[in-house]
């Protein structure tokens, strides 16, 4: 694995992590607008 490979795999570590995070976030203000 080059520099380059493991700057990517960072990345989409990074990416998922936070778009879990939105989602989550998103879901829990949809629980309370439901409530």
């Given at each position: ?5 493991f700057?990517?795999s960072?990345?989409?570590v ?10 989550h976030?998103?879901?829990?203000i949809?629980e309370?607008l439901?409530v």
């Amino acid at each position: 694995m080059g520099p380059v490979d493991f700057l990517t795999s960072q990345a989409r570590v990074l990416l998922a992590g936070i778009l879990a995070l939105f989602t989550h976030r998103g879901l829990t203000i949809n629980e309370d607008l439901k409530v």
